[in-house]
Protein backbone atom coordinates (compact mmCIF):
# COMPACT_ATOMS: atom_id res chain seq x y z
CA UNK A 1 0.00 0.00 0.00
CA UNK A 2 1.28 3.85 -0.95
CA UNK A 3 0.60 6.91 1.08
CA UNK A 4 1.08 9.69 -0.63
CA UNK A 5 0.76 13.14 1.41
CA UNK A 6 0.60 16.22 -0.95
CA UNK A 7 1.46 20.13 1.09
CA UNK A 8 2.66 23.07 -0.44
CA UNK A 9 -0.79 24.90 -1.74
CA UNK A 10 -1.50 28.42 -0.94
CA UNK A 11 -2.87 31.32 -2.05
CA UNK A 12 -0.96 33.28 -4.32
CA UNK A 13 -0.89 36.44 -6.99
CA UNK A 14 -0.57 35.98 -10.44
CA UNK A 15 3.03 35.91 -11.40
CA UNK A 16 4.05 33.84 -8.32
CA UNK A 17 5.41 30.58 -7.54
CA UNK A 18 4.73 27.95 -5.44
CA UNK A 19 6.60 24.60 -5.11
CA UNK A 20 4.71 21.66 -3.80
CA UNK A 21 5.68 18.30 -2.84
CA UNK A 22 3.89 14.93 -2.39
CA UNK A 23 5.93 12.81 0.65
CA UNK A 24 5.27 8.96 -0.25
CA UNK A 25 5.25 6.21 2.50
CA UNK A 26 4.63 2.55 1.99
CA UNK A 27 6.06 0.52 -1.55
CA UNK A 28 9.39 1.20 -3.26
CA UNK A 29 9.31 4.67 -4.38
CA UNK A 30 12.53 4.85 -6.38
CA UNK A 31 11.20 2.80 -8.82
CA UNK A 32 7.78 4.07 -9.03
CA UNK A 33 6.75 6.92 -12.05
CA UNK A 34 4.93 9.72 -10.48
CA UNK A 35 2.68 12.46 -11.92
CA UNK A 36 0.92 15.41 -10.97
CA UNK A 37 -2.95 15.74 -11.80
CA UNK A 38 -5.05 18.83 -11.52
CA UNK A 39 -8.93 19.72 -11.28
CA UNK A 40 -10.22 23.02 -11.43
CA UNK A 41 -13.88 23.53 -9.71
CA UNK A 42 -16.29 22.17 -12.12
CA UNK A 43 -13.76 21.10 -14.20
CA UNK A 44 -12.18 17.73 -14.94
CA UNK A 45 -9.04 16.43 -13.51
CA UNK A 46 -6.18 17.03 -15.69
CA UNK A 47 -2.74 15.62 -16.39
CA UNK A 48 -0.26 18.10 -15.47
CA UNK A 49 3.40 16.57 -15.28
CA UNK A 50 4.98 12.89 -15.23
CA UNK A 51 8.40 11.80 -13.95
CA UNK A 52 10.48 8.45 -14.01
CA UNK A 53 11.78 6.29 -11.91
CA UNK A 54 15.20 7.92 -11.71
CA UNK A 55 14.00 11.68 -12.75
CA UNK A 56 15.71 11.67 -16.29
CA UNK A 57 12.73 11.78 -17.89
CA UNK A 58 9.81 14.57 -17.31
CA UNK A 59 7.14 15.70 -19.63
CA UNK A 60 4.25 18.62 -19.16
CA UNK A 61 1.37 19.36 -20.46
CA UNK A 62 1.36 21.70 -23.31
CA UNK A 63 -0.67 24.43 -20.70
CA UNK A 64 2.11 24.54 -18.04
CA UNK A 65 5.25 23.88 -20.23
CA UNK A 66 7.92 26.18 -19.45
CA UNK A 67 6.28 27.53 -16.08
CA UNK A 68 6.25 24.02 -14.32
CA UNK A 69 8.32 21.88 -13.50
CA UNK A 70 8.92 18.28 -11.75
CA UNK A 71 11.46 16.76 -10.02
CA UNK A 72 12.28 14.34 -7.05
CA UNK A 73 14.48 13.29 -4.42
CA UNK A 74 14.06 9.65 -3.91
CA UNK A 75 16.54 9.77 -0.92
CA UNK A 76 13.12 11.83 0.72
CA UNK A 77 10.64 9.71 -1.55
CA UNK A 78 8.95 13.17 -2.23
CA UNK A 79 8.24 14.49 -5.61
CA UNK A 80 8.16 18.02 -6.07
CA UNK A 81 6.19 20.83 -8.75
CA UNK A 82 7.49 24.16 -9.15
CA UNK A 83 4.86 26.10 -10.59
CA UNK A 84 6.59 30.13 -11.98
CA UNK A 85 4.67 32.71 -13.44
CA UNK A 86 1.44 31.29 -12.35
CA UNK A 87 -2.15 32.36 -13.83
CA UNK A 88 -5.86 32.60 -12.55
CA UNK A 89 -6.35 29.84 -14.90
CA UNK A 90 -4.13 27.60 -12.30
CA UNK A 91 -6.11 27.51 -9.69
CA UNK A 92 -7.35 23.83 -8.73
CA UNK A 93 -6.53 21.28 -6.05
CA UNK A 94 -3.34 19.55 -7.12
CA UNK A 95 -2.81 15.79 -6.82
CA UNK A 96 -0.39 13.79 -6.82
CA UNK A 97 -0.33 9.88 -8.04
CA UNK A 98 1.97 7.05 -8.37
CA UNK A 99 1.80 5.67 -11.73
CA UNK A 100 2.35 2.30 -13.71
CA UNK A 101 4.34 4.04 -16.09
CA UNK A 102 5.41 7.68 -17.39
CA UNK A 103 3.10 7.21 -20.37
CA UNK A 104 -0.06 6.93 -18.21
CA UNK A 105 -1.79 10.58 -18.68
CA UNK A 106 -4.90 10.06 -17.96
CA UNK A 107 -6.26 10.02 -14.11
CA UNK A 108 -7.61 6.43 -14.66
CA UNK A 109 -4.42 5.29 -15.09
CA UNK A 110 -3.26 6.33 -11.62
CA UNK A 111 -2.71 3.31 -9.08
CA UNK A 112 -3.03 5.62 -6.16
CA UNK A 113 -4.07 8.95 -5.01
CA UNK A 114 -2.86 11.57 -2.63
CA UNK A 115 -5.53 13.54 -0.90
CA UNK A 116 -4.75 17.17 -3.01
CA UNK A 117 -3.60 20.73 -1.89
CA UNK A 118 -5.14 23.33 -3.02
CA UNK A 119 -3.47 26.50 -5.18
CA UNK A 120 -5.31 29.29 -5.60
CA UNK A 121 -4.13 32.52 -7.82
CA UNK A 122 -5.75 35.97 -7.45
CA UNK A 123 -5.24 38.75 -10.18
Known amino acids: QVQLVESGGGSVQAGGSLRLSCAASGGTFDIYAMGWFRQAPGKEREFVAT????????YTADSVKGRFTISRDNAKKTVYLQMNSLKPEDTAVYYC????????????????WGKGTLVTVST
Open 97 to 112: GKLPSTAVRSPLGVDY
Open 51 to 58: INWSGGFT
